[in-house]
């Protein structure tokens, strides 16, 4: 048997100084005392001492003073004496993270500070025309004008995160599969980026990374498990356990809205037939064929929309008519994502608040009409509007979460 090295005092050292940047970081504006992270990470006040001291020399935080009453046992009895507490906040200019998120419709970029304030935002419309090397072009070209505009080092910025559409293979960095853009098979834009624009590159698919950032950012942070499905030009899925995005062994993300509810159904893009999306964007042609989101023709009318929608047939539909239907394919993919994953909460992300909250009321109503005994209990079913920041904070994310640790 091989000799397991030992772990070194510098291996632990820098491992700690990474677990308190981390936690200063998660907690932005407001802040972290040296006491609260003591009673966080269990390390003894000594060691939290010397990293604060040592973090803040080398101009990763900065001590803020808190309005507040801070937590800690020892800022309360030091407050008492009189003390107001002291809070360490990471500081904005000393890292910059660059987040692009696209799909077949449109590029979205956003720059952060170190403090996750957004400092940059642009989102770009695709004619349908480009392929996968014009889109890579775009990218770069976008985010070179963002360095220029904010006149940024390259040495201040962690990296560029990138949220892909289609299959993504995480480990690889390149995009598996996506076919409403020519030549986005087994494409390395990771690495084409990289090579261009000199700065490293982190890749995930853009789904799953706008429900990372649902949960950490969106409000649903307690929950234990959320599934998210994301309704755009297509439908798509990630689910998102303890903080963190499940992938496949092979290190790639799942392709929700291509497993099948029915194999008799209609030929779907990705060359198969009856997958959920497939019978989704059967209902709304129209919109699509126009560069419109997944049912936006409805407006806010929903249900009283009497003939606003345009299935594949050239059939007008109600919106009752276009809600029901979506509802029962949408009810027919969740037990099938309950039955692997039991998720606490379903997230239904769409184009505007009203018919992402509308489709998931009517998921729930669809459900619990027919309950199945694998089902101990109802998981909560959401609804939110898309976010072009919470998006591009998702894929910067990735480059802030590895220079984290």
């Known amino acids: 048997m091989a000799a397991v090295s030992p772990l070194r005092a510098a291996d632990v050292r820098q491992r700690n100084e990474k677990i308190v940047l981390r936690l200063i970081h998660s907690s932005r504006e407001r802040g972290l005392s040296q006491s609260e992270v003591v009673l966080a990470t269990g390390l003894k006040p000594p060691t939290i001492f010397r990293i604060f001291s040592y973090l803040e020399e080398a101009g990763y935080i900065m001590a803020v003073e808190r309005p507040l009453p801070a937590q800690g046992e020892e800022e309360v009895r030091q407050e008492r004496k009189g003390r107001r507490p002291q809070a360490y906040v990471a500081r904005k200019e000393t890292f910059y993270s660059l987040g692009v998120e696209f799909w077949v419709e449109r590029v979205s970029l956003g720059v952060f500070d170190f403090q996750g304030n957004s400092v940059y935002s642009t989102m770009v419309p695709l004619t349908r025309k ?104 297509g439908v798509n899925g990630a689910f998102v356990d303890g903080g963190k995005v499940f992938l496949s062994p092979r290190g790639t993300t799942i392709e929700m809205g291509h497993i099948s509810i029915d194999y008799d159904g209609p030929p779907c893009v990705c060359g198969a037939s009856g997958c959920l999306e497939a019978y989704m964007t059967s209902l709304d042609k129209g919109d699509l064929g126009e560069g419109r989101w997944l049912f936006e023709g409805l407006g806010d009318l929903l249900p009283s929309c009497e003939s606003c929608v345009t299935d594949s047939q050239g059939r007008s539909l109600s ?34 608040a009203s018919l992402a909250t509308e489709l998931a009321r009517r998921v729930g109503e669809v459900l619990a009409a027919a309950p199945s005994n694998f089902d101990e209990a109802q998981p909560r079913f959401i609804g939110r509007a898309y976010d072009a920041e919470l998006a591009q904070r998702g894929a910067a994310d990735l480059v802030v979460d590895a220079f984290l640790g």
């Open 319 to 352: 919106g009752e008519e276009a809600l029901t239907l979506a509802a029962r394919y949408l009810a027919s993919a969740v037990q099938t994502v309950s039955r692997l994953f039991r998720p606490s909460s379903f997230l239904f992300v769409a184009w505007s």
């Open 130 to 233: 480009e392929d996968a090397e014009a889109v890579t072009d775009l990218i770069a070209r976008l985010v070179e004008e963002a360095i220029a505009s904010l006149h940024l080092a390259l040495e201040s910025i962690l990296g560029l995160g990138l949220g892909a559409p289609g299959q993504v293979s995480v480990g690889v960095r390149e995009v598996v599969y996506y076919p409403r853009i020519p030549g986005m098979k087994d494409f390395p834009i990771a690495a084409r980026l990289e090579a261009r624009l000199g700065l490293p590159v982190s890749i995930h698919n853009n789904c799953s990374i706008i429900a990372q950032s649902q949960f950490r950012y969106g409000g649903l942070g307690d929950e234990d498990s959320m599934f998210m499905f994301l309704l755009r030009a």
